[in-house]
């Protein structure tokens, strides 16, 4: 079931859609205005798509002022008043219909000031009228007759007199009207006290109102020495107690535990952050990336997570807050950068821009001109055209490729006062970076110039163990693809590296020298040896290498957890591993199994571990859905060409993102009009649409990772490392904030064409096994039970 369009567009938009309702009903209030409004009376995200909500689901309230609304409604329709709002009615009284300039709430519904409070009978006069208190047995009280009973300040300075006579009656006074401002809280306090006075001596956790736990607190800092602070009951820490779970308070970080709960979505256990729409939790991972609080940031232009709001609006992380100007190129006054070429302001939109070189007729990076008349970075003037560091002989200059060239002689100059060998065709490739400031920005972090200055002066040797030795942080690994990619280093399989490191830094940890050879032999003989057969010579991925590390470390958790128990994997029975199983400590439970089946199999452990079986796809496969985001990104330009071709490629073709990150540009041939890409033996024709987005993305395909790059990238979709394709990871991520779930996706569109194609056009056009197509077509014939016993027999003979 699909929300109303309005309902969909207050979660995305509710500054908009706010302001559109209420600028249709009163057009003689300026919008900036009306934002402002709405601005100051819902100050968040979260209530201001809340007020979004409520109006777009009854948008009549702004004309006759009427409840049930959220409290939120009635603070906006009183503020529009003395805005000067004139069609907007302000909210009226539920049981008597008055006009309100504040408003007294019961539920969702206001009143005013004489309907509002409740009416009942004085427990000491008799007489109907407000309640002003209650007396100590919840009976209600008017103004004249009060709680009733002794001063409640007197009574809770004899009872702390009796604990502590050495504090002075003034200073008990003040702390407790310090502590509960109100007479009617004072009297509860005394009421609390009366009943318990150990509250103050050490069971202040278990105490029914806030206000004795300030007490506490002040009669501390005054220098009570025999009252107690009471103690965290979960973890036992003196601390500052938050709020009441089951009748104890607790401190914040217990309160978070006790409420901590599996993420709906990520699976993760926190506390929640907030619920959907469903009232299932969210954590404040999911809800941060979540594609409806999601924005579009004012540099970049893409729709991202918010990390600060300038004064122009959201910047996402990658972008720095930049200064409103003119842009050279599109004319629009936004926040800009300068540009080191022209010298000139352009904006982040226009940085990355591709389009048609009006002077050379290549499709190139925009780097000066117009939209109209765009100019690349080889047909534009540079700013500084009498650059002194252009002559022969090389002295300071101001361009950027002048101050490159500097940096890599002071850097890649071997003792002999030459440029060192080894490292020429990196000075080639990184002279060529376009722009140059790429370069220098990157030569300019740690440790890129110590590494490569150790190399030039021959302190380092130039192989993979000498970078192995290195703390193996971001940088380090993109300075190895940058000496990969230029011929500097050779070519490796850095994930199998990864894996092999890891293997060897956990068999190092372990003491007991039966558990170091059954995880040698789990590891190596068994994960990495088919891990290598299964590629035969191809690179592992990343997905290969998480794998594996799941699998080992969850040996690693099961090896643990029989040391604490005085077990050895022969002597657990089956009663021990569903224990462990069972209990809250257990960890990576889906993963152990693996390990267990082997042990089971080569005669070290004499246990069986449940499959897991498959019975359909959780969610439900919504074919609409998937024909809409379709639409959108076929037609929707202002999405980046790369994540439209992606989407289409899961949507339309059922592929799995893995895939889709490592094909490469020989996977794409055109013919004229005739655009054909090989998903598996035989190539597939795209139809009209796709195949334009197609033309256009290979025409301005352009790496992040220009570092380096002296040769255009043979990926289809470059990474951020150069050589090297982007990580399904980070592109299934920006689907997702796009609101396309890869995995759901591709199993609507699998589903669809299994109904529509036979089993070998399925398996040649997708580039599957005929089995796997077999099977998917009588799943989506409604046959779980074969596909869940086939799943679940391939996991148990792994």
Sequence with gaps: MTEPTGIA???????????????????????????????????????????????????????????????????????LVKAGATAISPPVCAECGKTLRTQQRRGENWYCGVCGPVRLPCAGCGNIGRVRSRDRDGHPRCTRCGPGGPDPVETVARIVATIDPALPPGIVAAAVKAAASQAGKRHQLAWALQDRPALLTGAGAETPVPSVLRLIGRLRDAGATRIIRPPCPQCGRVIALHRPVGGRWLCRNCVARSRARPCSRCGRVSEPAARDAHGMPVCANCLVSDPANLEVCVNCGRRRVVNTRSPHGPLCPGCPPLSALTCSVCGEHRPCGTSRLTGLPWCPPCQN???????????????????????????????????????????????????????????????????????????????????????????????????????????????????????????????????????????????????ERFVSDTLATRTDPDQRQILHRYANWHLLRRLRSRNNGQAATIQQYAVVHQHVRAA??????????????????????????????????????????????????????????????????????????ARRLLHDDTLNARDRLA??????????????????????????????????????????????????????????????????SPWLFPGGQPGRPISATHLGQRLKDLGIQPGQARSTALFQLATELPAALLARMLGIHIDVAVAWQHASAGDWMAYAADISRRRQED
């Design 9 to 79: 567009e207050a979660i995305c938009d509710p500054l908009g859609v706010t302001a559109g309702l209420i600028t249709g009903i009163e057009p003689g209030l300026d919008r900036s205005a009306v934002e402002a409004v709405v601005t100051t009376v819902a100050g968040g995200r979260a209530k201001r798509r809340k007020l979004a909500q409520a109006l777009a689901g009854r948008p009549e309230v702004l004309t006759d002022g009427r409840s049930p609304a959220p409290r939120a409604v009635g603070d906006l329709l009183i503020a």
């Design 353 to 499: 821009r591709p389009a048609r070189c009006g002077s050379c007729g290549q499709v190139k990076p925009i780097a000066s001109g117009t939209l109209d008349e765009p100019r690349c970075r080889d047909c534009t003037v540079p700013a500084f055209p009498d650059c002194p560091a252009c002559d022969a002989l090389p002295r300071p200059g101001q361009c950027p490729g002048c101050r490159l060239e500097l940096r890599l002689r002071e850097l890649l100059t071997s003792p002999d006062g030459g440029i060192c060998p080894s490292l020429a065709t990196l000075k080639a490739a990184l002279t060529a970076t376009d722009p140059p400031g790429t370069a220098l920005r990157w030569l300019a972090k740690q440790p890129v110039a110590a590494v490569l200055a150790g190399i030039a002066a021959g302190r380092r040797q130039l192989t993979h163990g000498e970078l192995d030795g290195l703390d193996q942080t971001p940088i380090l690994a993109h300075l190895r693809s940058v000496l990969v990619a230029t011929g500097t280093l050779p070519p490796r399989d850095e994930q199998m590296a990864r894996l």
């Design 556 to 629: 690693v958790v099961l090896l643990d957890w029989l040391t604490a128990q005085h077990m050895s994997l022969a002597t657990c029975r089956q009663a021990d591993l569903e224990r462990w199983l069972a209990g809250s400590e257990a960890s990576h439970r889906y993963h152990a199994g693996h390990f267990v089946r082997w042990a089971t199999r080569n005669r070290l452990a004499t246990l069986s571990f449940p499959a897991t079986r498959w019975h359909g796809p959780m969610r439900a496969l919504d074919d609409q859905a998937r024909w809409d985001a």
């Design 647 to 712: 989407g289409l490629l899961i949507l339309l073709y059922a592929q799995p993102v893995a895939r889709i990150s490592r094909l490469t540009t020989g996977h794409v041939t055109t013919d004229g009009t005739t655009v054909r890409i090989r998903l598996g033996p035989a190539p597939i024709t795209l139809p009209g649409p796709v195949a334009d987005l197609t033309r256009h993305f290979l025409d301005g395909k352009r790496g992040h990772a220009t570092t380096g790059a002296g040769n255009p």
